[in-house]
């Protein structure tokens, strides 16, 4: 079985990353060296950023850019496109995204599509079906389809 020490160590993994050359189209060397986000991280970054998105990015790249290290201002700096891309591998990397596959198969699950049908129906918001029962979800979504809806 593998150890607790092997665990955390994952976190440790630098990855060199390539920059497509259309985002850095005068560079000699597009590569950096990233490393995944830890648990930590996240706490900290989603504790600074609070609920601003493009803070929250910039935070995550800086946390996880190893080789050329950048200051905020520095990554604030960055062309939106090459911010982009690196906040994609930081994700990819760190294990927090989600492939076209897994999201399809999500898709699929019954409660998902509850969700979907009460949202598009009833024009609730995520965080609104989010506060529903199992219960209450079933109720509106038999409500729907005796309806026709």
Do not use: C, K, Y
Not at 32 to 40: A, D, I, K, N
Not at 59 to 84: F, H, N, T, Y
Request: no cysteine; charged share 25%.
């Amino acid at each position: 079985m593998i150890s607790a020490e092997d665990l955390i160590a994952g976190a440790a993994t630098e990855h060199a990353v390539d920059i497509p050359e259309a985002l850095l189209p005068d560079a000699d060397d597009r590569r950096v060296m990233l490393r995944p986000l830890t648990v930590r991280d996240l706490r900290l970054i989603a504790r600074a950023a609070r609920d601003n998105d493009d803070l929250s990015g910039a935070l995550m790249v800086r946390q996880a850019l190893v080789d050329p290290a950048l200051s905020l201002d520095q990554i604030g700096a960055l062309p939106a496109g090459l911010l982009q891309f690196l906040l994609s591998e930081v994700n990819r990397i760190s294990g927090i995204t989600a492939t076209e596959a897994e999201v399809m198969d999500a898709l699929e699950d019954p409660l998902v599509q509850a969700s979907l049908l009460l949202s598009r129906e009833l024009g609730w918001t995520p965080e609104e079906v989010g506060r529903l029962t199992l219960g209450e979800t079933m109720l509106h979504v038999a409500a729907l389809r005796g309806r026709g809806g």
